[in-house]
């Protein structure tokens, strides 16, 4: 199993920018994500990548201010969030995403994102 441990929340005015971190050991994976889930919203497949980065993934309404990436040699993804939004306003998991950057296997114990003037 793989384990995950997220870090980089926190608050920000809207038009701030944040970078999650997430460090991963234990088993070995390919593709990694992060999705969200606000109060009384459904769980959002949010960013994925492949392990060699080379193919990302995004939710259309992150499309040009978030950008995924990894380290592979420091086991770390990272999502680099720019241009926050209140409605990106959530508790942000790394997780290991099943065949498709929607549905999720493994994940960390999230960190909070809270977009807010």
């Known amino acids: 199993q793989v384990q995950l441990v997220e870090s980089g929340g926190g608050l920000v005015q809207p038009g701030g920018s944040l970078r999650l971190s997430c460090a991963a050991s234990?088993?070995?994976?390919?593709?990694i994500g992060w999705f969200r889930q606000a109060p009384g919203r459904g769980r959002e497949g949010v960013s994925c990548i492949t392990k060699s980065g080379s193919r990302t993934y995004y939710v259309e309404s992150v499309k040009g201010r978030f950008t995924i990436s990894r380290d592979n040699s420091k086991n770390t993804v990272y999502l680099q969030m720019n241009r926050l939004k209140p409605e990106d306003t959530g508790v942000y998991y790394c997780?290991?995403?099943?065949?498709?950057?929607?549905?999720?296997?493994?994940r960390g114990q999230g960190t909070q994102v809270i977009v807010s003037s």
């Open positions: 234990g088993q070995d994976y390919s593709q």
């Open positions: 997780a290991i995403p099943i065949k498709i950057c929607d549905i999720f296997g493994s």
